[in-house]
């Protein structure tokens, strides 16, 4: 009889990956300047998590690709128009490998063909500069989904991790979220308030996702989602992506992260706007200074059980937040690990058609709710 290993290797070698969340695009960006010459994801980058072939490796058939910007970026709404500009000309380097989908259909025929579909998220509301304009821009740029907010509250929207401002969306943040309606693109809950979640889902005639969160009951962190805000999901069709990031996948993570959130703000002020790069590898470096505890793939699939259990495996996914955070849980290392997640399914007895819809099938089906 196949072990659990070899058993997971067959499911992952007809490429049933959906991913909802990787930021190779801003490491891109901050390590090498966004200069694909000396960055070709086509080969294996040292010092990232991301490339083509460990993608491969892991069994990816879809990426989003996060365009995220930071909120303090001067010009973010150009800014991300730049990293739209990236991913595609990344993507252009391996037609063979990896091509721009345009919808859950498209996406579906690229990775019948055995290559790999590339979509893309925008992480942040800051990134419009509250116009609707801008909005409508992104979507025609491919942007398929958006972020509300990323780590701050914005003008019209409250972060998960920053003063609530609103008490959840203000009237405009509900007009963002039906022009995402009638723009295709989808609403991600990652990131915002328990209350914007709750605004974002009633005010959204779609179904939404969370791209790269977990359960808030099984790790007590704002980034998670509540058991409440889960049902929301599962009653509206959505789909929450659980992610790799250990201080929202185990609680002695969580307790360190949540202590840092000042210490991060401060540490911000010292760098001034054209100084990201070195902001983020002091980040990184206060972070790692913490030794906080990193998790394992069991604790990740501790939350895709809670959330499957809770409103059925339709509405479960996976957001790997790869090359967005310094460290990652063990057996979880790099893009090529995605196996493990099915290795341990298989082994607490799952059956290969609930972790084919855990690895992909939901996110292509809400994506499909989207299309226009």
Known sequence: MASYAERARAIHASLPVVDGHN???????????????????????DGYHTDFPR?????????FWSVYVPAWTP????????????????TALSPDTTEMATSA?????????????????????????DSLDNLEALAE?????????????????????????????????KN?????????????????SADTMRDAIRASTRPVIASHSSAYAVTNHPRNVPDDVLGMVGDTGGVVMVTFVPAFVVQEGADVSMKMFEEQRQLRSQFGPDEEAEFQEAARQLMLSKNPPSGDVSAVVDHIEHIA??????????????????????????????????????????????????????????LAASDR
């Open 23 to 45: 930021d190779l695009p801003w490491a891109l960006r901050m390590k090498a300047g966004s200069d694909l010459n000396q960055a070709d994801p086509r080969r294996e980058l």
């Open 55 to 63: 993608m491969k490796a892991g069994g990816v058939g879809a990426q």
């Open 75 to 90: 010009d973010p709404f150009k800014t991300t128009m730049e990293q739209v500009e990236l991913v595609k000309a990344m």
């Open 105 to 129: 259909e498209h996406a579906r025929e690229i990775t019948g063909s055995g290559r790999m579909a590339g979509l893309m998220g925008s992480e942040g509301g800051h990134a419009i500069e």
């Open 141 to 173: 740029a491919g942007v398929r989904y958006m972020t509300l907010t990323h780590g701050s509250t914005i003008s019209w929207a409250d972060s998960a991790t920053d003063e609530a401002h609103h008490g959840g969306l203000t009237a405009f943040g």
């Open 176 to 192: 963002v979220v039906a022009t995402m309606n009638k723009l295709g693109m989808l609403v991600d809950i990652s990131h915002v």
């Open 309 to 366: 259990s809770l409103i059925g495996v339709e509405h479960v996914g996976i957001g790997g937040d790869y090359d967005g955070v310094p460290h990652l849980p063990i057996g979880l290392e790099d893009v090529s690990a995605y196996p493990h997640i099915t290795e341990e399914l298989l082994r607490r007895g799952w059956d290969e058609t609930d972790i084919r819809l855990v690895l992909g099938e939901n996110a292509l089906r809400v």
